[in-house]
Nanobody
Framework: QVRLVESGGGLMQPGESLRLSCTVS????????MSWYRQVPGKQRELVAA???????DYADSAKGRFTISRDNAKATVYLQMNNLKPEDTAVYYC???????WGQGTQVTVSS
């Protein structure tokens, strides 16, 4: 079974930066679009950023200018660089394989002063 494992979450203060990683045990990773979602209790899971197999990226309005999604096909890893964190960024962040709708277990990001 394909596995996606997120890491890099933690407790941060507003304005700080954090990089999330998602390592994928998938031989087809290099041709799979990937994305990052986040979810808070009582709310729907929302798309944060997405990247195509060719490296083209797209972002939610809340992430534009602050977050950067990237991928390293050799490492089968997708990253989410999060800069200038805000309290509203607090959520569990999930990595998704868009080709097969596979999800990771999530990593908690908490932004609080």
């Amino acid at each position: 079974q394909v596995r996606l494992v997120e890491s890099g979450g933690g407790l941060m203060q507003p304005g700080e930066s954090l990089r999330l990683s998602c390592t994928v045990s998938d031989s087809i990773f290099s041709v799979s679009a990937m994305s990052w979602y986040r979810q808070v209790p009582g709310k729907q899971r929302e798309l944060v950023a997405a990247i195509t197999s060719g490296g083209s990226a797209d972002y939610a309005d809340s992430a534009k200018g602050r977050f950067t999604i990237s991928r390293d096909n050799a490492k089968a890893t997708v990253y989410l660089q999060m800069n200038n964190l805000k309290p509203e960024d607090t959520a569990v962040y999930y990595c998704r394989n868009d080709l097969f709708d596979f999800w990771g277990q999530g990593t908690q990001v908490t932004v609080s002063s």
